[in-house]
């Protein structure tokens, strides 16, 4: 059936392809609209990543940080949702547990 308007994925697959580095992403989505992936962080480690074009939301699946947004820092685990607009200065420090966040950019145009 050649229909791409939907896919199913099972998240404990995506998890399961990632390669066991400190810090990597494994983008697993990228469509037109929408880019998901896996971004894990070890216990330790340090997250060097730079502000996006996209505005972005991440979902904890497990493990637990501090994460600076701008000028704001706040604890985060398991289950916290957090949105982070696009070009907003952004790191998880503090990394007490291994870190596992689904990460969802958004890449429709800011004046759509």
Known sequence: MGDDSWQVFDLKEVKGKLKGKAVEYLEFLNVPAVNCGIYFLAAGSTDMQAPHDEDEVYLVLSGRA??????EERDVGEGSLLYVSATTEH????IEEDMTL???FATTPRDH
């Open 66 to 71: 501090r994460m600076r947004l701008g000028n």
């Open 102 to 104: 689904l990460v969802i």
């Open 91 to 94: 790191s998880f420090f503090e």
